[in-house]
T-cell receptor, first 114, second 110 residues
Framework: DARVTQTPRHKVTEMGQEVTMRCQPI?????VFWYRQTMMQGLELLAY????????DSGMPKDRFSAEMPDATLATLKIQPSEPRDSAVYFC????????????FGPGTRLTVT | EDQVTQSPEALRLQEGESSSLNCSYT??????LFWYRQDPGKGPEFLFT???AGEEKEKERLKATLTKKESFLHITAPKPEDSATYLC???????????FGKGTRLSVIA
């Protein structure tokens, strides 16, 4: 049963600390997305990659957020320094740009910045 | 600007009471409309993709329909396990990612 995995599932950190979230996309998927979900804003796209190349990161605060895909099995999202307003659930999703273009989501990382 | 609006924000139904959720969109060049289900503490789970007006898809008690301006998710004789947030998303022309609505929180009471 192929699925997207994310670590950690929960993270509590203090303001100013670095946070790294990891995602393993479904094997064979060539597109990876990072979303942030809050009650107020819903699901917001932060960045996405196709064949490991970044296509769009306009949804991210550039000064503190960075997203990378060091290889086809790993995507990372870093926040440095973290701020209380970054508290949210961060989802990774993967998909195939072919035909239906469905996206499959991971379980999310719940981040709390105090 | 491409927009996706879902209504109502929240819906409370008695078990067996059928109803519909609405997703209206204002996009140029729709390339697909997607429905997802999200349970508390979990990621969205893919349900359906619709591509053209008049298309319908069904899964158990759920049926999704599409017109040129909106999509409906019909829930027939819902059960408590259908309680979740239902998200709608659209893909527009070009190489763009999905644009999501804010969802409808459905509660089905036994």
């Amino acid at each position: 049963d192929a699925r997207v995995t994310q670590t950690p599932r929960h993270k509590v950190t203090e303001m100013g600390q670095e946070v790294t979230m990891r995602c393993q996309p479904i094997l064979g998927h060539n597109t990876v997305f990072w979303y942030r979900q809050t009650m107020m804003q819903g699901l917001e796209l932060l960045a996405y990659f196709r064949n490991r190349a970044p296509l769009d990161d306009s949804g991210m605060p550039k000064d503190r957020f960075s997203a990378e895909m060091p290889d086809a099995t790993l995507a990372t999202l870093k926040i440095q320094p973290s701020e209380p307003r970054d508290s949210a659930v961060y989802f990774c999703a993967s998909g195939l740009v072919r035909g239906a273009y469905e996206q499959y989501f991971g379980p999310g990382t719940r981040l709390t910045v105090t | 600007e491409d927009q996706v609006t879902q209504s109502p924000e929240a819906l409370r139904l008695q078990e067996g009471e059928s109803s519909s959720l609405n997703c209206s969109y204002t996009v140029s060049g729709l390339r697909g409309l997607f429905w997802y289900r999200q349970d508390p503490g979990k990621g969205p789970e893919f349900l359906f993709t619709l591509y053209s007006a008049g298309e319908e898809k069904e899964k158990e008690r759920l049926k999704a329909t599409l017109t040129k301006k909106e999509s409906f998710l019909h829930i027939t004789a819902p059960k408590p396990e259908d309680s979740a947030t239902y998200l709608c998303a659209v893909r527009v022309s070009g190489n763009t990612p999905l644009v999501f609505g804010k969802g409808t929180r459905l509660s089905v009471i036994a």
